[in-house]
């Protein structure tokens, strides 16, 4: 047997209860399960035996990204069919230390986050909603669109915070701003949102002044950390999509620079990606995605927050939400094929579509989730007492 295809036909013979056809480039066929096939993956090039052995999902995206590997039929299908197996999907994380090292310095994180984000604000215009929001969306709805559903996400957010007219609020991680933007218009808050991102500033200044909310509104072009030697202070904090950037070393770093700025009594929401347990995350998507990115677990976050006198209100999960959000960014990425072709070129849009089908697969295989966690910073006894203020809007 040809070494490079023993590895993958080692891998596929664990694969019960699905139908696909494998094809290797010399015209081999395996099939997987019965016929028809649901899809097909065609190999058309050997992936070397070193590359799988570092890395099943760092090999298999390269392949799919260089063009080398092809699925015929739904790509997400597919994705989502095959992560039933995720546990048979190995990566050697010490053979890889330039993407599982954790780096402290901020201006490395900088250069990570800007990567990511500075792809250029008329970019994700093409297939963000008009918010542009970059986070989980909440569909109240099967029917409701990616813009409703977002708008659902931020005033179900904002009804978490218990916001009251003209108190203060921080986002930390606001990219465009809109949250902020309809907490100013909603109940008249003075916020401050910081992104890493050039782009996001610029944005999110513009369509300050655009909404006339100068009064209200700021953006600043800040990491988290310098919060803990500023003199700010507000009524609540909200962290949309952030977390994911942290990294494991500085969860105590990132909590106490909450802790810093925060009032006494004081709400704070963190709504980010989770996993079951701790893991260093994936090797493709931190080569090509989201470089320095580490998924928290709930329960590690969780377990920190006692150090700082946090009481929890309130959990949630939206990972089922988060697959929809992934589909509906994918559909919006295809219609725009032209245009980012311009942009970018044919690998970006493989990578991108990837990035998007597989993203969605792993919310709907719980490989990930996403969690909404409520705290006070010690105990508050001036909420509302029974839950329902969470569900005003
Ligand atoms: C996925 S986006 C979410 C944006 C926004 N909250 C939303 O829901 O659309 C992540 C945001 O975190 C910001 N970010 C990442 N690392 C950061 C850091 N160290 N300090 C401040 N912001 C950071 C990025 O600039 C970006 O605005």
Known sequence: ?????????ELIS???????TLQFGDGECVQVGNTPSDFKVILKE???????????????????????LEIEGNLYEALDAILKFKNHFHTHFHLLPELFHTSTSASHQKKQV?????LGNDFYKLWLDETMSYSCAYFKSSL??????????????????????GQSLLDIGCGWGHLLIEAAKLYKVHGVGITLSQEQYDGFNARIQAENLQDYLEVKLMDYRELANSDLCFDRI??????EHVGRNHYKLFLSCIDHVLKDGGLVLLHYISSQIESPGDAWIKKYIFPGGVIPSLREIVSLLPNYHDYIIDIESLRRHYTQTLLMWADNF??????????????????????????????????????????????NNELPMTRDYLYTK
């Open 1 to 9: 047997m040809n070494m490079q295809k023993a590895p993958i036909k």
């Open 14 to 20: 664990n694969f019960k209860g699905i139908n696909f």
């Open 46 to 68: 050997p992936i070397h035996t070193l590359d799988f052995i570092l890395s099943y999902t760092l090999a298999f995206g390269e392949a799919y990204m260089n063009g080398n």
């Open 114 to 118: 800007s990567s990511h984000y500075d």
């Open 144 to 165: 409701d669109t990616l813009y409703e559903a977002q708008m659902n996400k931020i005033h179900h957010i904002l009804s978490k915070l218990n916001l009251q007219k």
């Open 238 to 243: 909200v962290s949309v999509g952030m977390l």
């Open 334 to 379: 295809e219609n725009a094929l032209p245009q980012v072709h311009k942009m970018f070129g044919e690998k970006f849009i493989r990578m991108w579509r990837m990035y998007l089908a597989s993203c969605a697969a792993c919310f709907n295989n719980g490989v990930v989730d996403l969690h909404q966690i409520l705290f006070t910073k010690g105990v």
